[in-house]
């Protein structure tokens, strides 16, 4: 019976089409400075054979290209994932001639870590290196970017040797569908200015841009003043009817409604089995030395390594899987398995993929022991994208199972998605080899609700295989220029014994863009927002009254969290501690505790305030500069409140390298339960949030950009000298602190309840954000910002899009509110809400355009 196509569902319902290209001109053909060759010669293979179509829930288009050759949705042989891509790499050798002994691969995670490396394997001589969400501790960073509208967008360049981006051979950037292409422009215009080169090779399984974007890559070559060529086994476009976004987003709520009464943790085609597989762990001899995958580098050398080892890591795979012992009492031996699939994880996918292939070719001439079936080898990987699955022969994810994430990652827990792993319409496997780092091998994937929970019904046996996460050796590192901190009155309007910053100063640099301009950069994957500044707000007359209001109202408030922190920091962590709070919205919060400590106890704490950015870490050279002054147990790290714990995560990433460091943060206020210690975790207005550096010293947020902070820098940030009649940030310190002896009883009270009380940090928060992602169609935790002081930065210092607002929440929001209709963003009333407001950031902005898809442009 002829196959059915795994796109037929989605494109009989939506009228979604694949096109054939026609067949550009060959790679390279177009070979001076500034030009850009195209693959989709006459002979490639059709569209159908590569991809299928799914939907998912997502603003800006519903259908998904679904790669049948990745090894990433779709289980398919190891031999045609990894000869995709190494027949990819020999096209680029072929093209690059002798400059290929000199390229360099560079492949970006999550989907494209494989095939990347893959790629690099056809072009025999060249280093590998693949993008990752991963902060490592001990790593320089050599680059960075932001991937547009991803689920998790930053992308770290962790190389060991430094020297890997820093040639000038031919880079060669692999992902798996070239489109828009905008991260992979973005990523070469950031690599050239670092480091120019004369020659880019973009190579993806599927070129499907439209003649638009084609255009685009050859003006971007020629404004580069380099060559940039594009090879890809095939090329097309997607036909997409009228209206087919809201066809589609009523499909995708149509099925996931009754994917809500489907078994926990399974959609799509759902096992009726009730027997449990066991779970077995091989014990794999993985060749010290050789790392796991291209996180760091992966070397020629280390290609010959692994090489060698493959046939004893096959060998010792197929014994394992051929194990004929009882499961337990009454089972009696399970025959032994005849199709098996290796699961890799999320960016852990050539380890697993060469793992595959190495059993695969050993079984192709020995038939299965006792039964003398032909044995069949599949690959896939586990995903942090979801996608809608529909049990039916012409869709691409049939089925779906879904997990808590098990590698601890940098941007916070969540879900995670393995796709048609129990297709019963392919008879299902007999078996499944879970593939993990060690980094992933944690209490979360042995749970019960875990990934070999999830896989264990579907299948006869479950087998966990466990390679060691490659641990880099520590660069020699330069010292950090150990200037003194700055200080008011010349750097900031508080007193110089108030703070110090441990910061440079970069007043006379011309930083600021528009909010709109920066949103559009942010989001379109060319720029971080650590490298640029916002415009100042100036708040108008009514503002101001209101903020002065608020802080009437709220000032005895504020002084019993501020008391109730300082306390419990005094008697729990350190009874001299060095307060060390995050620049900015850190920064008043740590005077007021110094402030308090000196008040009620005398004490005369040191503080200072230091840079941390989301996705690039702390000021290591910061807590260099304190390490080497202060006893590092004595550093308590302060901010002014949790959202939803990404800077907590990030502060207790980064403090894994440095020994001696307390990661757990403080805060004022705690409403999304991120840390166990705090002033409150009511989530109500602390007014120091509705101004911005007006209430902070007249100093800006931080800024970390490559030309401004060198290896042995500090981060930076601007003293607004020239804003000093509207500063108030002193006169916010005063007003606080003198509550102090009017709350004090109230505070020895609470402090007394807090230090017997159980108050481990439940990041009630957390599922909330996820759900808002999903329900408001947003797909993106980074531009949901949960909380009263998140909402207010959002309404400052971004591009809104909507404020939900706890139903009956009252003069708590009122500077909200009137933010609000300033920018006219609407302000949506919500039942069920664990903070008294949400703030939602555009979601696909782009200048003059409305509405979640980014594209409807305002009428005014």
């Given at each position: 019976m002829e196959e059915v196509w795994s796109g037929t569902w989605v494109a009989d319902r939506l009228g979604v089409s694949l096109e054939q290209g026609e067949g550009a001109a060959a790679s390279g053909s177009a070979g001076s400075a500034g030009s850009a060759g195209a693959s989709g010669a006459s002979g490639e293979p059709p569209l159908e054979e590569l991809l299928g179509l799914a939907l998912r829930r997502n603003p800006k288009r519903a259908h998904l290209l679904v790669s049948r050759v990745l090894g990433k949705h779709v289980p398919q042989s190891p031999a045609v994932v990894h000869g995709a891509g190494y027949g990819l790499g020999?096209?680029?050798r072929e093209l690059l001639g002798d400059a290929a002994a000199d390229a360099v691969v560079l492949g970006y995670a999550e989907t494209a870590t494989g095939l990347g490396h893959s790629v690099a394997d056809g072009l025999g001589l060249a280093p590998y290196l693949h993008s990752t969400r991963r902060p490592v501790a001990g790593v320089a960073q050599a680059g960075g970017f932001e991937e547009a509208h991803s689920h998790a967008t930053s992308h770290l360049l962790l190389p060991e040797d430094p020297r890997l981006l820093a040639g000038s051979g031919p880079l060669v950037l692999v992902d798996d569908e070239f489109s828009t292409g905008n991260t992979v422009l973005n990523t070469i215009r950031d690599l050239h200015a670092r480091h120019p080169r004369a020659h880019y090779v973009v190579v993806a399984l599927v070129d499907m841009r439209s003649e638009a974007d084609r255009g685009r890559l050859d003006?971007?070559?020629a404004e580069l003043g380099a060559r940039v060529d594009l090879v890809a086994l095939a090329s097309g476009t997607v036909r997409l009817p009228d209206g087919v976004l809201a066809k589609g987003q009523a499909l995708v709520e149509e099925y996931e409604t009754a994917e809500d009464t489907a078994a926990p943790g399974v959609t799509g085609s759902t096992s009726t089995s009730t027997s449990t597989a066991p779970v077995r762990r091989i014990a794999l001899d993985w060749p010290v030395g050789v790392p796991?995958?291209?996180?760091?580098?992966f070397t020629p050398a280390h290609r010959v390594r692994l090489e060698a080892a493959l046939p004893a890591l096959a060998g010792r795979l197929a014994e394992a899987l051929d194990e004929t012992s009882d499961d337990g009492p009454g089972t009696g031996p399970r025959p032994a398995p005849v199709r098996v699939l290796v699961l890799g994880n999320e960016e852990l996918m050539y380890a697993p993929l060469r793992l595959a292939l190495a059993l695969e070719e050993s079984w192709a001439t020995r038939p299965a022991p006792r039964s003398g079936a032909t044995r069949e080898v599949r690959f896939s990987t586990t995903t942090r994208s979801p996608v809608l699955a529909v049990d039916d022969p012409g869709y691409a994810i049939r089925s779906r199972l879904v997990f808590p994430a098990h590698d601890a990652p940098a941007d916070g827990p969540g879900d995670r998605y393995a796709y048609n792993v129990h297709d019963t319409a392919a008879g299902g496997f007999d078996a499944v080899v879970a593939v993990v780092d060690s980094h992933g091998d944690t209490a979360a994937l042995h749970a019960p609700d875990g990934l070999l929970a999830?896989?264990?019904?579907?299948?006869?046996?479950?087998?966990?295989?466990?390679?060691?996460?490659?641990?880099?050796?520590?660069?020699?590192?330069?010292?950090?220029?150990?200037?003194?901190?700055l200080r008011g009155p010349a750097f900031s309007s508080y007193a110089a014994e108030d703070v110090g910053w441990l910061l440079q100063d970069f007043s006379d640099v011309e930083l600021e863009a528009p909010t709109e301009e920066r949103e559009e950069a942010i989001q379109a994957g060319g720029a971080h927002y650590a490298e640029s500044l916002p415009v100042e707000y100036q708040p108008s007359p009514a503002y101001q009254e209101l903020y002065q209001s608020a802080l009437t109202a709220s000032a005895a408030r504020i002084a019993r969290a501020v008391g109730t922190v300082t306390e419990t920091v005094l008697a729990e962590r350190s009874p001299s501690p060095v307060l060390v709070s995050l620049a900015r919205a850190g920064t008043p919060v740590g005077v007021l505790m110094r402030r308090w400590a000196q008040a009620r106890h005398g004490l005369d704490l040191p503080h200072y305030a230091v840079s941390i950015v989301r996705g690039r870490g702390i000021d290591a050279n910061a807590l260099r500069w304190l390490a080497a002054h202060h006893d590092p147990a004595d550093i308590v790290f302060v901010d002014g409140w949790t959202g939803k714990g990404a800077i907590t995560r990030e502060l207790?990433?980064?403090?894994?390298?440095?020994d001696g460091f307390n990661p757990e943060i403080v805060v004022l206020a705690d409403p999304g339960s991120c840390v166990p210690t705090y002033g409150t975790r009511e989530d109500f207005l602390i007014p120091s949030a509705c101004l911005n550096s007006t209430v902070s010293g007249l100093v800006s947020r931080t800024v970390l950009r490559s030309d401004l902070v060198g290896p042995t820098d500090f981060h930076g940030a601007k003293f607004y000298r020239e804003l000093a009649g509207a500063d108030v940030s002193v006169d916010f310190v005063?007003?606080?602190?003198?509550?102090?002896?009017?709350?004090a009883d109230a505070v020895a009270d609470e402090v007394k309840e807090l230090l017997a009380a159980d108050r481990t940090p439940t990041w009630v928060g957390w599922a909330a954000v996820e759900r808002i992602s999903e329900e408001y169609g947003i797909h993106d935790v980074n531009l949901v910002k949960p909380g009263v002081g998140e909402t207010t930065r959002v309404l400052l210092r971004r591009v809104p899009w909507k404020i939900l607002a706890q139903r009956g929440?009252?003069?708590?929001l009122d500077h909200v509110r009137l933010l609000a209709e300033q920018r006219g963003v609407p302000v949506e009333e919500v039942d069920g809400l664990p903070y008294t407001c949400v703030g939602l950031i555009h979601p696909r902005f782009t200048r003059g355009a409305t509405g979640a898809d980014g594209k409807a442009v305002s009428a005014k």
């Open positions: 020999q096209r680029v003006a971007f070559a796991d995958g291209g996180r760091h580098g999830r896989l264990a019904p579907h299948t006869g046996r479950v087998l966990l295989a466990v390679v060691p996460s490659y641990t880099p050796t520590p660069s020699e590192r330069q010292e950090p220029i150990m200037t003194e901190p207790a990433a980064a403090l894994a390298e440095f005063d007003t606080v602190a003198a509550h102090f002896d009017a709350v929440a009252g003069a708590d």
